[in-house]
């Protein structure tokens, strides 16, 4: 499916974009969350909730690019993509039913798991009224 391939783009170039793998609300690669990226096991509530917090991800993704590209140094560049990222934790902290580690864990784990991965996508489109 296109979308999944999409959606899986979006989620690695937020990363790219804003120079970071993940969200970074907290601490990154502590030995626990690199434990919880590789377990799976993710109820379905949990990932109706990450499909819904990478729609607004996605959308924030949207609102930044612009500027991004148009950074005339790469200390704006860096603004940008803080500013982007902060507005971006906020957005996953107030889905309900998720928090970033978890997303972050979700998306990691996603990315290994084609299943994983296309039941998001479904959520996604349900989410987005595809």
Same mark, same amino acid.
């Given at each position: 499916?296109?979308?999944?391939? *999409?959606?899986? @783009? $979006?989620? %690695? =170039?937020?990363?790219?974009?804003?120079?970071?793998?993940? +969200?970074?609300?907290?601490? !990154?690669? *502590?030995?626990? @969350? $690199?434990? %919880? =990226?590789?377990?799976?096991?993710?109820?379905?509530?949990? +990932?109706?909730?990450?499909? !819904?917090? *990478?729609?607004?991800?996605?959308?924030?993704?949207?609102?930044?690019?612009?500027?991004?590209?148009?950074?005339?140094?790469?200390?704006?560049?860096?603004?940008?993509?803080?500013?982007?990222?902060?507005?971006?934790?906020?957005?996953?902290?107030?889905?309900?039913?998720?928090?970033?580690?978890?997303?972050?864990?979700?998306?990691?784990?996603?990315?290994?798991?084609?299943?994983?991965?296309?039941?998001?996508?479904?959520?996604?489109?349900?989410?987005?009224?595809?």
């Amino acid at each position: 499916m296109n979308f999944a391939r *999409t959606t899986l @783009a $979006a989620i %690695t =170039a937020l990363g790219m974009a804003f120079g970071a793998a993940s +969200l970074t609300g907290t601490s !990154v690669s *502590t030995p626990a @969350a $690199a434990q %919880t =990226a590789q377990a799976p096991n993710v109820d379905e509530e949990t +990932l109706r909730s990450f499909a !819904v917090a *990478t729609l607004e991800i996605q959308e924030i993704s949207q609102t930044y690019r612009p500027q991004m590209e148009a950074a005339e140094s790469q200390e704006q560049q860096q603004e940008i993509a803080q500013a982007a990222n902060d507005e971006m934790v906020a957005a996953v902290e107030a889905v309900p039913g998720i928090d970033v580690g978890s997303y972050n864990a979700i998306a990691e784990a996603a990315q290994a798991d084609p299943e994983m991965m296309q039941q998001i996508n479904t959520f996604i489109a349900e989410a987005s009224g595809q």
